[in-house]
């Protein structure tokens, strides 16, 4: 159940609450859910696994998506409740859900999926992210070691975009607005090609699945990084709807 929904300019912070959720633990930041939503003009149902994808009662696929959750809490009233971060964008359908949910509705997840273990011994850290990536990137800047430098790298299509970050010293924060016309990743791209960076700095990266896997190539291929040193994820892919991550 939806307990409760904050809405800002762009960023829509949804708390779902329930006795179902009794138990569920995030034990790094940077996690997964999988959000199910209702199919536009529909009630939430929830779909079944055929054993190679979920499917409806009518055979069609459901709406799911892949967000970043903030950690468990208690809702008075409602028990165990966890809250979703999402960046509103276009009109997609978790967009158009996030803008418009109310308290009360039906709402399902899944999960957690995988977090991000910090290394507290690394020389310096790198955050890198569009606007998808940063209810992750506002999780780590806010658990990493308190004097390691730390560099984030963040690109937005929107000014308004621009999200209060956790306060933090030894923290240089960089907002790439897209150029008009650009494609998605092409700033942080950019950016991440022209970084300094020191031996064993633990790098971060997340966005859009094409920009991310240039950004992969770059750092294991071409400068050498070393697998462990490096997580580099695709939250989302363009012209493809089904599972971006927020």
Do not use: C
């Not at 696929?61 to 959750?69: G, I, N």
């Not at 039906?106 to 999926?113: D, E, N, R, W």
């Not at 997340?206 to 920009?211: I, M």
């Amino acid at each position: 159940m939806v307990a409760h929904a904050l809405v800002t300019p762009r960023l829509v912070r949804v708390v779902f609450a329930g006795p179902q959720l009794a138990g569920f633990a995030l034990e790094l930041p940077a996690a997964s859910v999988r959000l199910l939503l209702p199919t536009p003009g529909r009630e939430l149902e929830i779909p079944t696994w055929t054993g190679n994808e979920f499917l409806l009662a009518d055979g069609t696929r459901p709406v799911l998506r892949t967000m970043t959750p903030l950690r468990a809490q208690e809702v008075a009233g409602s028990g165990p409740a966890v809250a979703i971060e999402m960046v509103v964008h276009g009109h997609g359908p978790a967009s158009t859900w996030a803008a418009q949910v109310e308290p009360g509705r039906p709402a399902a997840l899944s999960g957690p999926g995988r977090g991000y273990a910090i290394d507290r011994g690394a020389p310096a850290f790198v955050l890198v992210g569009d606007e998808s990536a940063l209810p992750a990137i506002r999780q780590l800047i806010a658990e990493l070691p308190a004097r390691t430098p730390a560099t984030v790298l963040i690109e937005i299509a929107d000014a308004r975009a621009r999200a209060p970050l956790p306060p933090r010293d030894a923290t240089e924060v960089s907002w790439l607005e897209l150029e008009s016309g650009a494609a998605p990743g092409e700033a942080i791209v950019a950016a991440v090609l022209d970084l300094e960076l020191v031996a064993g700095t633990a790098v971060w990266a997340a966005g859009e699945a094409a920009a991310m896997q240039r950004i992969r190539r770059h750092l294991f291929d071409e400068r050498g990084l070393a697998r462990t040193d490096a997580t580099v994820r695709g939250y989302w892919k363009v012209g493809r709807g089904g599972d971006a991550e927020s």
